[in-house]
């Protein structure tokens, strides 16, 4: 079994999440006493808030490319970032280390055409939603990806940054979330691409009709199979 290394605390409630589905899946494939192999670098979530907000990706892929050259030294055999917004950054921690990073969004891009769709919409923090480092991705796939309009936006960036991040789940939120939804699916997606670990804390596969892509649990999945290799 491969080491996995994860960057997290971005936010540790998401990395909670990765680190929970990573060790189930690998009992459920394994059996018995099995658990994942592991090691984890965890950030001050504040820290890089503050980068992000101050537009300083340049402050923020260095920090994260110093944590990851210590996961390499911690002996991990490649990368997970537990985050959606953060890969942002990920040609900065690629260049740190010699070790292979898991990408995200290829891994979610996969699971899309492996449901036979080609348009899906976008959802995730305004930084992931309204960059092209995310949509120019998965478009390098084949798929066509629509985002929110701007009030929408807004709507799902505050309730990730004042509610999810900090564990607060709210029906009122979901509801807001299921409309976005909605109005998505009438312009033409397919399904949605929950790209933003904290929004499966909010939203599920049976909040919506629209399938729905939960990238935490897809990449999580991909790591697995990958460590498993």
């Known amino acids: 079994m491969k080491t996995i290394g994860l ?10 999440l990765y680190y929970r589905l990573i060790n189930e899946a690998v009992r459920d494939r ?12 965890s950030v001050d979530f504040a820290e890089i808030q503050l980068l992000q907000s101050a537009g300083d990706w340049t402050a923020a892929g260095q920090l994260l490319a110093e944590q ?7 002996g991990a055999d490649f990368i997970v970032i537990c985050t959606n917004t953060m890969h942002k950054v990920a040609a ?31 959802l995730g923090t305004a930084f992931t939603m309204e960059q092209s480092f995310y949509t120019d991705r998965l478009a390098s796939h084949g798929l066509t990806v629509i985002v929110p309009e701007e009030d929408q936006r807004a709507m799902i960036h505050r309730v990730i940054f004042e509610e ?12 807001e979330y299921v409309s976005v939804i909605d109005s998505l699916h009438a312009r033409g ?3 949605v691409i929950l790209g933003c670990t904290e ?29 498993l290799a």
């Open 7 to 16: 960057l997290g605390g971005m936010s540790w409630e998401s990395s909670a």
């Open 30 to 41: 394994m059996g018995g006493l099995h658990s994942a192999k592991l090691v984890m670098a």
């Open 68 to 74: 990851s050259r210590g996961l390499e030294a911690a």
């Open 92 to 122: 900065d921690i690629e260049a740190a280390v010699s070790i292979p990073l898991l990408h995200l969004a290829d891994a979610t891009a996969e699971a899309v055409l492996a449901a036979n769709l080609t348009t899906v919409a976008l």
């Open 164 to 175: 999810l991040v900090l564990g607060v789940v709210s029906d009122i939120s979901r509801r």
């Open 189 to 191: 997606a397919q399904g």
């Open 199 to 227: 929004i499966e804390l909010l939203i599920g596969p049976d909040d919506t009709t629209v399938p729905v892509f939960p990238t935490t649990r897809i990449h999580a999945a991909a790591a697995v199979s990958l460590a």
